[in-house]
């Protein structure tokens, strides 16, 4: 890709030097806020997102202001005024009206097309964000009177269309090497899946003799495994927050565990401490190295269970349960289970009807589970570790192609949009 023949100072540090050329102008020299109040009766309601402006869902969240939303016109451009949705914004293929929480407007002079690249920009979106006002990260705002003052460097009307074409075309093809690359990681998941529940239900051994489980989901298991309920092999253990206005239980050398540290298999550092004195007047307890941690509660419960390790001794908050081995079951391999067997646990455990997703522990600890014996559970741990440990490979760098993948994205559009690298 060339540069252009000549170039000077923009003045404005996000965009540095520009084409001698484009214009350099504030954004409301390009643009008309929209503010016309409009009722979702009349005017189909929108979601903005980071992937743009779409038909708003019909499970998601409803605010009460139904008769209180904003006009949102085809072509409009849409972005949403908090830093908790940082990024989140769009040209508008539809009419129909969003939350008072966006900000509308009506491009003139400059195509919406150019203007949806140079908009979701990194460089954009930054300075969008610094412009703003807040006391704290999550609760940012930048409004339209803050905005309008942001420096854009335009090009002509017919070079914008040549650069939005570009764009398109470009991200266009890497966006379906994203696709397949994803897809690939979800077949690589469901084929985990598929190995770890045939060896935790039906073992190693395809010589075996086999017996009916009583279990329709699982049919017929090795005849000399039993069958158990989960009560009967594991303690199970609560946790709780200690309050949060007594400043002498936080900032601790304890570990206090969250659903939101639960993204690996194995817990070796929190986001928040507590102390021993937390400890000693709430409803949390001392979990000891080496239980296996269960989310019971959290919106998560839909798609997955999450599990995890516990690496050195901890406390839980009351989503989480903690499971101890008293009986003759490897804690490594109940793992496995849940995890080969998830779909139908989630239907089997999940309370209907809650507010927010949540196993029903009396059915978890009451549900049955195939128990091998002990010998024969290491053995299938052993053997799915060095299984899984591969396609958990495979799924990492493929994971990282994907943000290799949407780093040059970025990195193209930011260098486009801002005339860095001229497009023919």
Known sequence: MQTYDSYKSSGIDWLGEIPSHWECKRLGNW??????????KDFEPLSVTKNGIVPQL?????????????????????????????????LSPLDGSVS??????????VSGVFINHLLKSNGFIEEFYRNGHGIVADLWTTRYDEMKFIHLAIPPISEQEAIAAFLDEKCGKIDELVSVKEQQIALLKERRQIIIHEAVTKGLDTQVEM????????????????????????????????????????NGDIPWVSPKDMKFK???????????????NSSTTLVKKGSLLVVVRSGILQRTIPLAFANLDLTINQDLKAFIQVSYMNTNYLYLFIKGCENFLLNEWVKAGATVESIEVQLMLNHLIILPPLHEQEQIVTYLEEQTSQIDLA??????????LKEYKQSLINEVVTGKVRVA
């Open 100 to 109: 008072l929480i966006n900000i509308v407007m009506k491009p003139r002079n």
């Open 31 to 40: 643009f008309e806020e929209r503010r016309e109040k409009v009722s979702d």
């Open 395 to 404: 799924i990492v760098k493929k994971t990282e192609q994907i943000a290799k």
């Open 211 to 250: 017996k009916d489980s009583g279990i329709d989901w699982i049919g017929e298991i090795p005849e000399h495994w039993e069958v158990k309920k989960i009560k009967y092999l594991f303690s199970v253990i609560g946790g709780g927050t200690p309050s949060k206005e007594r400043a002498q239980f936080w």
């Open 266 to 280: 194995n817990i070796t550092t929190t986001e928040d401490n507590i102390t021993k004195e937390a400890v000693e």
């Open 58 to 90: 019909e499970n998601a969240a409803k605010s009460n202001d139904g008769d209180n939303r904003k006009l949102v016109k085809m072509g409009d451009f849409v972005i949403n005024s908090r830093s908790d949705r940082k990024g989140s914004s769009g």
